[in-house]
């Protein structure tokens, strides 16, 4: 299995970013796929989750601001992020745990700087 994020980058307070995690060699269904971001000096910590069936889990922080759709055809899954916060700067990384055997894989991240 292998995640790829892609769509870091720096944003303005109030601005968006999607940030895109594209898997191979497995099958999306069978995956829950999380999102989680570390900021510097900070636990790493989980933004958003998604079930293979598509039931959404959102940390309360986050809710109303980011949002977690998945393509399952296309073994991507993306991170929506709307009004973003200068405390939003983190590296961003992709998980996926496998529903029934609980195997968990990351992908390396992605810088996202919210900035002016």
């Known amino acids: 299995v292998q995640l790829v994020e892609s769509g870091g980058g720096l944003a303005q307070p109030g601005g968006s970013l999607r940030l895109s995690c594209a898997a191979s060699g497995m099958i999306s269904s069978f995956y829950y796929m999380g999102w989680y971001r570390q900021a510097p000096g900070k636990q790493r910590e989980l933004v958003a989750g998604i079930t293979g069936g598509g039931s959404i889990a959102y940390t309360d922080a986050e809710k109303g601001r980011f949002t977690i759709p998945r393509d399952n055809a296309k073994n991507t899954v993306y991170l929506q992020m709307n009004s973003l916060k200068p405390e939003d700067t983190a590296v961003y990384s992709c998980?996926?745990?496998?529903?029934?055997?609980?195997?968990?894989?990351w992908g390396r991240g992605t810088q996202v700087t919210v900035s002016s």
């Open positions: 998980n996926a745990r496998h529903a029934y055997n609980g195997n968990r894989y």
